[in-house]
């Protein structure tokens, strides 16, 4: 079975009063269409490694995510569906939520892992799979060249010019591989990334280590609404009232910061009139049921 799917990931204009006042379009790439739970950049940053572990013989995928993590779950759908088995370690100590219930029943074997031991992945995989010559190590969040490659791919399949591309960065594999494609197509783009840490600084050297080549990119550092899986009322408020407005569903963890941030410069007169700007949705939308009491 060839690790492929068929993307439909369509561009739809986001239609508000504020852009047509300062006289620029926005637009949004639906990642989160490709796949209900391999959605997103998930699915784009596992394609290579999937085919890596299959071009090697493995039969089971050995990975790392916190108890909400949109990597783990992804990483245990596609295993289901491309036949690997999938093994979980999970920071922290014992928890049931939904996305671990939704991991399990895609057939995950879920480990949970103390802080401590949880910091030396390699460590942890030797330790439990170090004699089994059919497990294959994933990275938390998949960060990859792989990952990067995958990524890059999504600027293939622009057809329209871009002033902008915006996209939320946790581990910036993504963001990388983004750079990467737009330095390959040669395109006139601007790429801006929206930490979602708090202090998210350090983000610039995670890209950096990704990019093919030195390119100059925005690096939004205030749009973390008090860290990482943090939310405010100000970010709640803004969900509620993108969702209702545009029948487009993003999350507080990544999707909602990069959207607040478009806004918000949006605002702040950061864009030439008549520019185009491109959000990618990135999807993990099964988040916003961790968050229910949040809204
Ligand atoms: C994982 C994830 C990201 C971050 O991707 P990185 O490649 O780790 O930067 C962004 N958005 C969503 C919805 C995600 O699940």
């Known amino acids: 079975m060839s690790i492929h799917l068929d993307i439909y990931s369509p561009i739809q204009q986001i239609h508000d009063e504020l852009f047509a006042a300062k006289g620029i379009e926005v637009f949004i790439k639906r990642d989160d269409m490709i796949h209900p739970l391999i959605s997103g950049n998930k699915w784009r940053k596992l394609k290579y490694i999937l ?7 493995k039969t089971q995928l050995v990975t790392f995510g916190g108890a909400y993590s949109n990597h783990l ?3 245990a759908a596609v295993a289901a569906k491309f036949g690997f088995n999938s093994t979980g370690f999970v920071r922290g100590e014992e928890v049931q939520n939904d996305t671990l219930f939704m991991c399990r029943l895609h057939g995950m074997q879920i480990i949970f892992t103390d802080r401590d031991s949880y910091r030396d992945k390699p460590a942890l995989f ?7 010559i059919n497990a294959f190590f994933i990275d938390e969040g998949g960060a990859s060249t792989e990952a990067a490659k995958g990524c890059s791919e999504l600027i293939g399949e622009l057809t329209e010019p871009y002033q902008h591309i915006f996209c939320a960065c946790g581990t910036g594999t993504t963001a990388a591989g983004l750079i990467n494609g737009i330095v390959q197509h040669h395109l006139n783009t601007r790429f801006n990334a929206i930490s979602v840490f708090k202090n998210g600084g350090f983000i610039k050297v995670e890209i950096d280590k990704y990019l093919s080549s030195p390119v100059d990119y925005d690096l939004h550092l205030h749009y973390h609404f008090c860290g990482y899986a943090k939310t405010t009322p100000d970010l709640i408020g803004f969900i509620k009232q993108f969702v209702g407005k545009t029948g487009i569903l993003i999350e507080p963890v990544y ?5 607040y941030a478009i806004y918000d410069l949006a605002a702040k007169d950061h864009f030439q009139p008549g520019s185009r700007i491109l959000a990618i949705h990135t999807g993990g939308l099964l988040g916003l049921l961790g968050m229910r009491e949040k809204f």
Do not use: N
């Open 51 to 57: 085919q890596k572990a299959r071009d090697e013989a």
């Open 73 to 75: 779950l992804a990483t």
């Open 126 to 132: 030797t330790q439990y799979f170090g004699g089994d």
């Open 255 to 259: 999707t909602a910061k990069m959207m």
